[in-house]
């Protein structure tokens, strides 16, 4: 009776051969003659509107952004093919849900648990995190001390790319209790770093690790998704801050610092294919025969 019918007869294909993630918005996603379809209707930056199928069992991840809505015969048909559901702000600059995904495998888990509970390899985790952020591998140490030789190349990177984009930085300072009592370009960092936790947030889920096993943080709940993010605090989270604040500070963006930073964030994200970046990276750290 159900041959044929959303595909359910089909086998899935493994995450390992499909693309990173799809991001949607502003339309609807339902299932029309077994097929998935995202419907858009007209808008500023488009002179038709769009109607296409979505090749559901190649993507690891559908991101919905705002304006988006999703049937659930729509869920049911990715939850069946284990192909990962998203709901973010614009530009995937904030993550309000991202349930569970049950891939087909649990290699990158596994590999991962594995290199937590033993000492050694967690060390070598934390290090080659910090060879991807500063180009080189420190010698073995415990992990305070990798943290500590890490807050002072951060401390000097800060400084360098504040100066780039003609911002005067003093230091790392905010509350996180009265966040707008920190100085701009404190704001424009916190809001920025909140932009690439999401990312990070969809690539770990988009690969089915473990968010609580971190190796460089430990309490959060989201230790190793802040992990991912710090990967690319350099390369992403220090430019798209404070190239934000410099558009607010030159009036090229309408609205406060906050708008104007995940605004940069949006823009960086779709030119550099962040969470793809990310999902390489998780996949560089735990890498599957």
């Not at 294909?13 to 996603?29: C, E, Q, S, T, W």
């Not at 500590?148 to 930085?169: H, L, P, Q, S, T």
Request: some cysteine; overall charge positive; glycine content about 8%.
């Amino acid at each position: 009776m159900l041959s044929g019918r959303l595909g359910l007869e089909k086998a899935r294909i493994p995450h390992a051969d499909r693309h990173g993630v799809m991001m949607l918005r502003f339309g609807r996603v339902s299932v029309e003659d077994g097929c998935l379809r995202f419907v858009q209707d007209a808008g500023e930056d488009q002179a038709t509107a769009l109607d296409f199928a979505i090749p559901y069992q190649t993507v690891s991840c559908l991101v919905l952004e705002p304006g988006t809505s999703v049937t659930h015969d729509a869920v049911r048909l990715l939850a069946r093919h284990g192909t990962g559901l998203v709901f973010c702000g614009m530009g995937g600059t904030r993550v309000y849900s991202a349930p569970p995904l049950m891939p087909d495998s649990s290699a990158i888990a596994r590999m991962q648990a594995r290199a937590w509970s033993d000492v050694e390899a967690r060390n070598a985790i934390a290090r080659a995190m910090y060879k991807f952020r500063f180009g080189e591998m420190p010698p073995p140490m415990p992990v305070e001390e990798l943290r500590g030789m890490e807050a002072a190349r951060m401390r000097a990177a800060y400084g360098v790319i504040a100066k780039r984009f003609g911002i005067d930085w003093k230091r790392r300072d905010f509350d996180r209790d009265r966040p707008t009592d920190s100085d701009e370009p404190n704001q424009a960092v916190n809001h920025a770093a909140s932009a690439v936790y999401a990312c990070a947030t969809v690539g770990t889920y988009a690969v089915a690790a473990i968010p609580q096993l971190g190796f460089l943080h430990e309490d959060s709940g989201h230790a190793f998704v802040l992990d991912v993010a710090d990967m690319f605090r350099t390369t992403h989270t220090l430019a798209i801050a404070f190239g934000g604040l410099s558009d607010y500070r030159n009036g090229k963006t309408q609205g406060g610092i906050e708008r104007a930073v995940r605004n940069r964030a949006a823009k960086e994200f779709s030119k550099t294919s962040l969470v793809t970046l990310m999902i390489d990276a998780i996949k560089g750290l735990f890498p599957c025969p």
